[in-house]
């Protein structure tokens, strides 16, 4: 336990980790409809490609449309978060939650479904833009867990996406049983809203609009009594310096500062590579890739509750994972993993049809899939929170995160029509080896950021240059080491 914990009464260090409970709960909301609207696809496709009268182009065009619009939404929103606040900009997305979701559980036709999802798309992007970043800025120096709280919740929303559709497949099963499915995603688009509107801005956002007064009460919320003064001094210096500076103009600044567009391209990087490693043809496709090895409809659906299940579960364990492992040895774990995994499910589609072929085929995708939320996806988002300077970092993670959608929609789009032209094995094969190119990206460029404020951070960034913090930064003093 340090000494600021020892310091702290028991009553008031109770007081501000309820606080932080309840940003962080109440936040994670949009993280669990980005899982739930991106994972219930899965199941409703089986239902309402005869309803709509989809081919395989426009099953992969209704999965895809959230998709893109979802980059378009991370570009926006992380410029929205900035101007308007990470406040504000949630509750925004809480209302395109709730309209996407009515709009695509009663839409008649192809055309309103695509609609829907487009406003569907803009909400997750925009909410996977603001809500890291929203996380970072309101927790204290062990930022690690409570960021990736929000990953948790994505996988979740997906498990839980899993299971409604595999009950209402078995207790409902009615005509348009799809639209059910979809509809649910209304309730905790309500209560994003309603909890949002009685949660503070982050002090970091509002030193940067010169509202000190409201980033110190904040402060005074969320940290124990003897960091408060500390880190609001810090808070404020980076906020006036950037003020001094004339920042704020994110695309200026990005031409006149070497070092942020350094950062910036890392950024967009980590989100290429960490859906280029094929995740998302298991969360959104899974169904119906086992359905092709021979499971029924409804032995799929169940099936695929495992997928949810183990990417919840290795969620947990990466996050506990994170008190003990530096950012990067993490993420070049994680994709030497997966390219394992996909190798051998590779070599599963080759052997005759048989019940065996497709549990083996479950089990390599589940592999696969526990390797990426364990060790990848938490280390991705975790970084995308952190590396960026303040004076930009709405922007830049909404640049980091379009580009993240725009590669998840392209292999969504693709997938299907790529396994019909080279096959399932000869599709997983070229995953392996994108994700055996990723190991030496994150190798070579990605910066450690474990131990360090945000503030250290982009002082580290500007003084000595990426490169250098990356080898500086991978032995982290023994004081130092907070997750």
Request: proline share 4%.
């Amino acid at each position: 336990m340090s000494a600021l914990a020892v310091n702290t009464p028991p009553a008031t260090r109770r007081s501000y980790k309820r606080f932080l409970t309840r940003i962080t709960l109440i936040s994670t909301l949009g993280g669990l409809l980005f899982g739930y609207d991106t994972g219930v696809i899965s199941g409703a496709l089986l239902y309402m490609r005869h309803d709509l009268h989809l081919t395989s182009f426009w099953q992969g065009f209704v999965v895809s449309s959230l998709l893109f619009a979802a980059a378009l939404g991370a570009l926006s929103g992380g410029r929205i978060a900035d101007r308007l606040g990470r406040k504000r900009s949630l509750m925004c997305c809480a209302v395109l939650f709730l309209l996407g979701a009515l709009g695509s559980a009663t839409a008649p036709s192809l055309v309103p479904m695509i609609c829907a999802r487009v406003v569907l798309g803009l909400a997750v992007g925009a909410a996977s833009a603001t809500v890291p970043l929203f996380l970072a800025e309101m927790a204290p120096h062990r930022r690690g867990r409570i960021v990736t709280i929000n990953e948790l919740m994505i996988v979740s929303g997906q498990l839980i996406a899993f299971i409604v559709n595999a009950g209402l497949n078995h207790w409902y099963n009615g005509p348009s049983v799809w639209r059910w499915m979809l509809a649910v995603a209304s309730v905790p688009a309500v209560l994003l809203f309603v909890g949002m509107m009685f949660l503070p801005d982050s002090p970091r956002w509002y030193a940067l609009k010169g509202r000190l007064a409201d980033a110190h009460r904040v402060l005074e919320l969320t940290r124990a009594p003897e960091e408060v003064e500390s880190e609001y001094a810090a808070v404020v210096e980076h906020a006036r310096r950037d003020l001094v500076e004339d920042r704020g103009a994110a695309l200026r600044d990005l031409r006149a500062y070497a070092w942020m567009r350094r950062i910036v391209f890392v950024g967009i990087g980590l989100a290429i590579v960490q859906q280029a490693t094929g995740i998302n043809t298991a969360i959104y496709y899974a169904p119906t890739i086992l359905k092709s090895t021979g499971l029924g409809t409804s032995a799929s659906l169940v099936a695929t509750i495992a997928v949810g299940v183990i990417s919840v579960s290795m969620t947990l364990v990466g996050i506990w994972l994170l008190g003990f492992m530096n950012r990067r040895p993490l993420l070049i774990t994680g994709f030497t993993g997966v390219a394992a995994s996909q190798a051998a499910l590779a070599l599963c589609f080759t052997l005759p049809e048989s019940t065996l072929r497709s549990y083996l085929v479950l089990a390599f995708m589940v592999s696969f899939v526990g390797f990426v939320q364990c060790f990848i996806g938490i280390g991705v988002w975790l970084l995308l929170s952190e590396i960026f300077p303040m004076a930009i970092r709405g922007f830049a993670m909404g640049i980091a995160v379009f580009m993240l959608w725009i590669v998840n929609g392209t292999i969504s789009l693709v997938f299907p029509q790529l396994v019909g032209a080279v096959g399932a094995t000869g599709t997983f094969g070229i995953f392996v080896v994108i994700n055996l190119l990723s190991i030496g990206f994150v190798a070579r460029y990605v910066p450690e950021t474990r131990g360090r404020t945000l503030e250290e951070l982009e002082d580290e960034f500007r003084a000595q240059g990426i490169q250098s913090v990356r080898s500086a930064a991978i032995t982290v003093p023994a004081g130092l080491q907070l997750s």
